[in-house]
């Protein structure tokens, strides 16, 4: 099944969605873990596997949080996204742990500062999910 590493949650009858807004017809929730959904949600294929996406009122969730998943990789704490090929690719801005664990120096963000990046196999045993960051927003 399907995960976010970051984005939006909220609750739904009792159980973790994720939730965003559409312009036209407000907020949706979503998951990839088609035991938790009934006929009220559509089917949606993407890129990733199967979603169902159900719109929803603000009085039907609960609070909304914007979370970020958190790893570690050899020990050392590093950002990971998801890459096109359903690989992982890990992230730092530090030199010496880049260098320690052999990533590659060219991506840049807008303000200059070089970030390091390796590409590994989602199921690569060195790593390790260390906890999650949420903090309470509004849509």
């Known amino acids: 099944m399907y995960t976010l590493l970051s984005g ?15 312009n036209e017809k407000g907020i949706y929730i979503y998951t990839w873990d088609k035991s ?7 089917q949606v294929s993407d890129e990733d596997g199967t ?4 719109y929803v009122q603000p009085s ?10 958190n790893f ?10 998801r ?3 359903n690989k992982y690719v890990l992230m730092t801005g530090d030199a010496e742990i880049a260098e320690k664990l052999c ?3 060219d991506q840049f963000d807008k303000y ?15 790593l390790v999910y260390i906890g999650e960051d949420r903090r309470k927003i509004s849509l």
């Open 8 to 22: 939006k949650i909220t609750t739904y009858k009792g159980q973790e969605y994720y939730t965003n807004r559409d």
């Open 36 to 42: 938790v959904v009934d006929k009220s949600f559509t």
């Open 51 to 54: 979603m169902y996406k159900k």
């Open 60 to 69: 039907e969730i609960g609070d909304i949080y914007e979370f970020d998943k």
């Open 72 to 81: 570690e990789y050899m020990g050392a704490q590093v950002g990971v996204t």
């Open 83 to 85: 890459s096109s090929q």
């Open 103 to 105: 990533f590659t120096a």
């Open 112 to 126: 200059g500062e070089v970030w390091y990046h390796k590409t590994i196999e989602i199921g690569d045993k060195d």
